[in-house]
């Protein structure tokens, strides 16, 4: 099973970096909008390709960590996920706070991922049990809106060595939902059994909507926390006036 991501996106990395360092291609004042969308855009694929300068690690693909949970009644444990599609993630707004300090924006996205799955117990109506690969794909190749992430990001304000002002986050939290579609697959469901797995697959991707708004979360917080591991990098290198415009 994958993750319904919504990314806590995240998308952070401020900006887009100029090859040679970690300085901002585009700088903006802090309520325009527009400037700040275009700018996040611009950095979306730079950001999740990793950026060496700033010790921020590659997030697409994204070697996930192990997730165990039990919701419900239901469990499951995805090991050596994977998870591949936030370097195309979209922009659609930008919001940045200066006086409640919060940052926040909202993204989609088309991802997969894949790992080894074990689980049990009952999902939903129907009781399940498994241990093979898994995948999901949320994807819609025409508007890409399948998942949908809004994040928040609450900071403080501190002075480096040089007296500098730099933005440190303290606190991060989203919401998220698929909106498009999702497709799961599940390998060696019931020992093999073709007719129990069939029907088991079949429901899960006929009520995908529930299966990934319900159980998803698990997952999009381990992702979420790489994210915002690297937005706390690249926010402690780049000083505020290397970001914006006075």
Not at 118 to 139: N, Y
Not at 204 to 222: D, L
Request: neutral net charge; contains cysteine.
């Amino acid at each position: 099973m994958g993750v319904p991501f919504q990314v806590s996106f995240l998308l952070l990395a401020l900006f887009g970096f100029v090859q040679s360092g970690v300085m901002p291609e585009q700088k903006c004042k802090l309520d325009d909008k527009k400037c700040l969308v275009s700018a996040f855009q611009k950095m979306v694929p730079v950001f999740m390709a990793g950026i060496p300068e700033a010790d921020i690690a590659v997030l697409d693909p994204m070697e996930m960590d192990d997730v165990s949970f039990d919701i419900a009644g239901f469990q499951f444990s995805l090991k050596g996920g994977r998870l591949k599609g936030l370097k195309n993630s979209v922009i659609d707004d930008v919001d940045w706070d200066t006086k409640k300090k919060i940052l926040s924006f909202v993204f989609h996205s088309a991802v997969s991922a894949k790992g080894h799955y074990t689980a049990g117990g009952q999902l939903l109506i129907l009781p399940i049990s498994g241990d093979g690969d898994s995948s999901l794909k949320l994807s819609n190749v025409k508007l890409l809106e399948n998942l949908e992430i809004k994040a928040f990001i609450h900071y403080d304000i501190v002075k480096d060595s040089e007296g500098k002002d730099h933005i440190k986050p303290k606190k991060f939290h989203f919401d998220f939902e698929v909106k498009e579609g999702a497709h799961f697959h599940l390998s060696n469901l019931f020992n093999g059994n073709k007719e129990l797995s069939d029907n088991l697959l079949k429901f899960i991707n006929e009520n995908w909507y529930q299966v990934s708004n319900e159980f998803g979360r698990p997952f999009t917080n381990v992702a979420a926390k790489a994210i915002y591991k690297n937005i706390v990098k690249y926010f402690e290198k780049v000083p505020i006036q290397d970001i914006t415009v006075a």
